[in-house]
C-alpha cells in the first residue's frame, strides 16, 4: 500500500463547478499536511497547509480527518486558472521528510 | 520570499560523465531535499540534509551521491550519468522547526543520452 493515496483523475470539470479531491495516508504517527499546486512543467508550490480544525482560504477549503487518516481538498467556483496537479503531502515527523501523494490533475474547462 | 535556486533549467550529460546539480537557499533553512519527478511515479526522494554535513539516504539513492559542505547550498552528485537517470530533479528547502512547508526550486530536466 502506497503511503500517501488519491484520487486518481484526471477531473475535468466546467468553469463555476464544485470540485472535491481526496486523500489518504498510512502512517498515523504523521503530524503534518499540505496541499501543493504543481502547473505543467513548474515546481510544486504550497498551496495551503492543512490543519486540524480544517481550513479555508478564499474559494479552497482544506479538512483533515486523523481518525480516518483523510485529508481533503475543496475548490468552489472553479477558475480556468485552477487548472493544475494537486499533490497531497504528509509530513514523516519520525524520518523527517515529506512523502508526496502522486497527484490529482485538474481542467476547468471554458 | 524564500528562494529557493537551482543552477540549471535544462542539462544535457553523456552516458557515464559525472554530473553535479545545485541548490542553494537563501533563507537559512535547516533542512534541504532532492526529489527526482517522473511521469507515473510522482516525486520520490533520493536524498536528503537535516544540517550541515549531514545526509539521509531518502528512497531511491542508487547512482547519486550528495553534499552539504555550507547550510545554503545542497549539492546532487551523479557519479556516472546513465539514460535512466533522465528527468526532472527538484530541490527544496524547509525550516527545521515545526510543523513547516517545503519550499521547491524551479526543477533541473536533466537528459542523459
Known amino acids: 500500500r502506497k503511503e500517501v493515496e488519491q484520487d486518481p483523475g484526471p477531473f475535468n470539470v466546467p468553469e463555476g463547478a464544485t470540485v472535491a479531491f481526496n486523500c489518504t495516508y498510512s502512517n498515523s504517527a504523521s503530524q503534518s499536511f499540505f496541499w501543493y499546486r504543481q502547473d505543467c512543467r513548474k515546481e510544486p508550490k504550497l498551496l495551503m497547509s492543512v490543519y486540524s480544525s480544517g481550513n479555508e482560504d478564499g474559494r479552497f477549503t482544506a479538512q483533515l480527518n486523523r481518525a480516518s487518516q483523510y485529508i481533503s481538498l475543496l475548490i468552489r467556483d472553479s477558475k480556468l486558472s485552477d487548472s493544475a496537479t494537486y499533490l497531497c503531502v504528509v509530513f514523516d515527523n519520525y524520518g523527517q521528510n515529506f512523502v508526496f501523494g502522486p497527484g490529482t490533475r485538474l481542467s476547468v474547462l471554458p | 520570499d524564500v528562494k529557493v535556486t537551482q543552477s540549471s533549467r535544462y542539462l544535457v550529460k553523456r552516458t557515464g560523465e559525472k554530473v553535479f546539480l545545485e541548490c542553494v537557499q537563501d533563507?537559512?533553512?535547516?533542512?534541504m531535499f532532492w526529489y527526482r519527478q517522473d511521469p507515473g511515479l510522482g516525486l520520490r526522494l533520493i536524498y536528503f540534509s537535516y544540517d550541515v554535513k549531514m545526509k539521509e539516504k531518502g528512497d531511491i539513492p542508487e547512482g547519486y551521491s550528495v553534499s552539504r559542505e555550507k547550510k545554503e547550498r545542497f549539492s546532487l552528485i551523479l557519479e556516472s550519468a546513465s539514460t535512466n537517470q533522465t528527468s526532472m530533479y527538484l530541490c527544496a528547502s524547509r525550516r527545521g522547526r515545526g510543523n513547516t512547508e517545503a519550499f521547491f526550486g524551479q526543477g533541473t530536466r536533466l537528459t542523459v543520452v
Open positions: 533563507m537559512d533553512h535547516e533542512n
